[in-house]
């Protein structure tokens, strides 16, 4: 039998550097991430696109970067 895929152990947020409060990677788990913040919102492409290609799926965005990015488009239109 295969081994469970684990979260990766990055708790910073790769564009800001802050924490990224990602409950998987706190339990070591993606069992528990039903209850992460993170399900409840929306990572745009455009947001997606700030990383760099070697930052893409090795942690995840904050909270406040996604608040930022919604803010703005907000503030554009």
């Given at each position: 039998m295969p081994d469970a895929v684990k979260p990766l152990p990055n708790h910073q947020c790769p564009l800001c550097g802050g924490s990224n409060q990602c409950l998987p990677?706190?339990?070591?788990?993606?069992c528990s991430g039903s209850n992460c913040w993170c399900k409840s919102r929306q990572f745009p492409p455009e947001l997606l696109e700030?990383?760099?290609?070697?930052?893409?799926?090795?942690?995840?965005?904050?909270?406040?970067?996604?608040?930022?990015?919604?803010?703005?488009l907000h503030h554009l239109s």
């Open positions: 990677t706190d339990t070591g788990s993606f700030k990383l760099n290609p070697e930052q893409r799926n090795q942690a995840c965005i904050c909270q406040r970067c996604v608040d930022d990015f919604h803010s703005q």
